[in-house]
């Protein structure tokens, strides 16, 4: 099974910007979809992005315009670029592949 492994997580104001970056064991990336999640307390983990094989993204409506995935196969690694970051986007951020998850960053977006 894959390992993945986030960083980039952190405390950042309203309005600010961050960058999420999702490393894999193996090169799967480019074979298989893989997915940003995120889990606020209280609440069900959700789909926040995802990026298929060929390329095409997704993203749920409440970061769509603000968040960007990407990757970079040779580096076997998954990006989210979050933007215009909002209270509401705080939450603990999990990349997935099939069965696999990463352990989580921490994102903490002030008021």
């Known amino acids: 099974q894959v390992r993945l492994a986030e960083s ?12 999420l970056s999702c490393a894999a064991s193996a090169n799967i990336f480019s074979i298989r979809y893989m997915g940003w ?20 993204t997704n993203y749920a409506d409440s970061v769509r315009g603000r968040f960007t995935i990407s990757r970079n ?12 970051l909002k209270a509401e986007d705080t939450a603990v ?11 989580g960053t921490q994102v903490t977006v002030s008021s």
Do not use: D, F, H
Not at 37 to 56: D, H, M, T
Not at 93 to 103: A, F, H, I, K, P
């Open 8 to 19: 980039g997580g952190g405390l950042v104001q309203a309005g600010g910007s961050l960058r």
């Open 37 to 56: 999640y995120r889990q606020a307390p209280g609440k069900q983990r959700e789909l926040v992005a995802g990026i298929r094989p060929s390329g095409i």
């Open 73 to 84: 196969n040779a580096k076997n690694t998954v990006y989210l670029q979050m933007n215009s």
């Open 93 to 103: 951020y999990y990349c997935n592949c099939e069965t696999s998850w990463g352990q």
